[in-house]
Each structure stands twice: as C-alpha cells, then as structure tokens.
C-alpha cells in the first residue's frame, strides 16, 4: 500500500521515488590503479543511496591486478568483476 500511494503522490510530480535505491558504478582502471573519475562517480552514488555496487572489466591480468585496489573502497557493498 505504502508502494502505491509513493506512484500515485508521484504521479502527479512526474517521477517515483522508492525506498531503496540501487547504483551500478563501473569502475574505471589503468595500471591496477582505479580511475579518479570511477571514485568522483563513486562518492555520488553512495549520496543517493549505500547499495553501491561496483563493476571492473578487463583482461585477466588487468582484473587481477585491480581487484585488491577495489576490495579496499569503502563504499562499495558489493563488486563483480568480468574478464
């Protein structure tokens, strides 16, 4: 019910807003160092909401070396990482 009157106050302000917010930051790397932008992006997500989760792509080796780096922020709640 609480769901509810949250779209139909919102309907009427264009927008929803939920409970919980969800952010998906990609994690931008060189040199097993992540990027001062990715931790910019980062900061602004954890404002919105504290379910951040963090993504690193890569090669193997560029993952490898980059993941201890990202395990270490402290913002994240979760990290997935893809080679």
Known sequence: MMFLRLVLRAGRRGYVRYASTHSLVLLEHE???VAPASLSALAAATQIGKNVTGIVVGGPE??????????RLVN???????C
């Not at 560029?62 to 395990?71: D, G, I, S």
């Not at 994240?76 to 893809?82: E, G, K, Q, Y």
């Open 31 to 33: 040199g097993g160092v």
């Open 62 to 71: 560029e993952v490898k070396t980059v993941l201890p780096a990202a395990k």
């Open 76 to 82: 994240i709640a979760s990290l997935s990482h893809f």
